[in-house]
């Protein structure tokens, strides 16, 4: 997570010193999730499905599986990273991509906390990163609507952490800490109508009012607007943004202090593009890093 933006920083330090919170609404009973629900915003397909309880398994790597750096050829530098190649087994959801929108359900990959994601549109087959660092990894797996927002169901969700050459324990989510993964917006989003998606997940604590037992609070503030306390996991739609690079800070909270653990507060920024599809998921993998 870089603090060197000023911007970003005093984000962080407005969200963490708890000012200017807002209280949204009660907790609402939980629901399940749509079936063929209609896209929320112009430009995307519908959703399709889920058949069933959506279930999704990573298979490779295992948890704290230490994956070897290859060798370098005679005469050249050591490498520094490895092949990493992800495997699931995902049920109840269907993956597609729509001829005419160009948009469709498929999986998203994070890994550690960078910006970017990785979407992935076949889940038959496996997802190889040609190349992760040396180090300890934290990749997160979740099913996304064609819109870019998350199935909320907690089976949908996966979670593994491995090495690449060497266990240097970064980037690992303790057992039983609560991990915030922030959805979207990420990278850069239409927005003709300057309407975003923010979209997150949680898993290891309810998003509940703080009379809930071990329950967590979503708190958020985007550029100078005023901070925002949830008190449920529903997507937010940004409204009014104008186009150009705004700055935010999501924070997973308990009596106004971040949770302890590695993923309980994100901050990063995105940028509004004029066009027709207000929420399109900024998902742009460096192409570098990845294969299928």
Known sequence: MNTANPTLSCLVKTLVTGLALVLVGPLPAQTATPKDPKSPVLGFADGRGPSGPVTLKIVAPAADEL???????????????????????????E????????SGQHLEILVDNIGAMFPWRDATKPYT??????????????????WGEAIKEPSAFALVTFHVGEKDGKNTAEPGSPVLTIVAPRGKVKGGTGKVLLDVLVTGCPVAESSVPQSCRLRYKLDTQPEVTLTKLDPV????????????????????????????????????????????????????????
Do not use: C, M
Not at 134 to 144: D, N, Q, S
């Open 67 to 93: 994956i070897p750096v290859p060798e370098a050829p005679v005469g050249q530098p050591p490498a520094k990273g490895a092949p990493v190649t992800l495997k699931v087994e995902l049920a109840n959801f």
């Open 95 to 102: 993956t597609f991509e729509d001829e005419a929108t160009k």
């Open 129 to 146: 990163f040609k190349s992760l660092p040396k180090g300890t990894h934290t990749v997160r797996i979740f099913p996304v609507r064609p």
């Open 237 to 292: 739609w940004l409204e009014n943004l104008t186009p150009g690079r705004h700055a935010y800070v999501v924070g997973l909270t308990r009596e106004q202090k971040i949770v302890p653990g590695a993923f309980a507060l994100y901050q990063g920024s995105f940028e509004v593009e004029n066009g027709a599809n207000p929420a399109a998921p900024g998902s742009a993998p460096p192409a570098k890093a990845t294969g299928h």
